[in-house]
């Protein structure tokens, strides 16, 4: 358990994100938490970090002047989302991630998926006939329904699995998708995993 540097709430630190100062005093995220040093904690989320910035709050903790980037929220966002896309990257080498509309449509009427990958700039068409085949399955077998990762591109996704462009993906259970289960909540405090712009944003979300 750690205290979060801006709200002073006591979370779990899987929840957090840790930062650490480099050797010239600047503030550095600690995605993994592993860097040496000293290092404070803030809640996974934008809202957290932006009230430890407004405050000052980093001096404080580190008991020292300190050097914060002005773009340091978008930095913790980007390695969030380089930390996901590694995660992919790691699971596609292992065998763990499907690619392409009808091997997840195949993969979907196995068994149940740990996770759904959809491009951000995807179809909503294709994107809508895996939703209610995963939905139906997951009504079948009684098992929670399958969440959905959409805040990346198909560029993004292609490049993290060495393709030029992937629009529809899918994780298999097993410890992949148990790290990512970490990690998601992480992300989803910096970006909408279901982009706001989806016609079918509603339908994602299980608000239906």
Not at 140 to 160: H, N, R
Not at 182 to 207: I, K, Q, S, Y
Request: charged letters at 25%; one cysteine or more.
């Amino acid at each position: 358990m750690r205290r979060c540097l801006g709200t002073g709430e006591v979370r779990d630190k899987a929840e957090m994100v840790r930062f650490v100062c480099d050797p010239e005093g600047h503030v550095v995220p600690d995605i993994l938490g592993k860097l040496p040093g000293r290092g404070v904690w803030v809640m996974a989320q934008k809202s957290a970090l932006e009230t430890a910035l407004r405050r000052k709050a980093f001096s404080r903790g580190f008991k020292s002047r300190v050097h914060v980037s002005e773009f340091l929220i978008e930095d913790v966002e980007r390695l969030l989302r380089r930390r996901v896309l590694g995660v992919l990257t790691m699971a596609m080498k292992a065998g763990h991630l499907v690619l392409g509309f009808d091997q997840v449509k195949a993969a979907a009427r196995s068994g149940p998926l740990a996770y759904r990958i959809e491009a951000q700039d995807g179809s909503p068409d294709g994107r809508g006939k895996i939703r209610v085949l995963t939905k139906a399955m997951s009504h079948e077998l009684g098992t929670p329904l399958t969440p959905v990762i959409g805040c990346f591109s198909g560029a993004e996704l292609g490049q993290a699995v060495g393709r030029e462009f992937v629009v529809h993906a899918a994780l298999k259970a097993g410890g992949f998708s148990k790290t990512l289960s970490h990690e998601m909540p992480r992300l989803a405090g910096f970006t909408r995993l279901v982009p706001e712009n989806w016609p079918d944003a509603v339908h994602e979300a299980g608000r239906e």
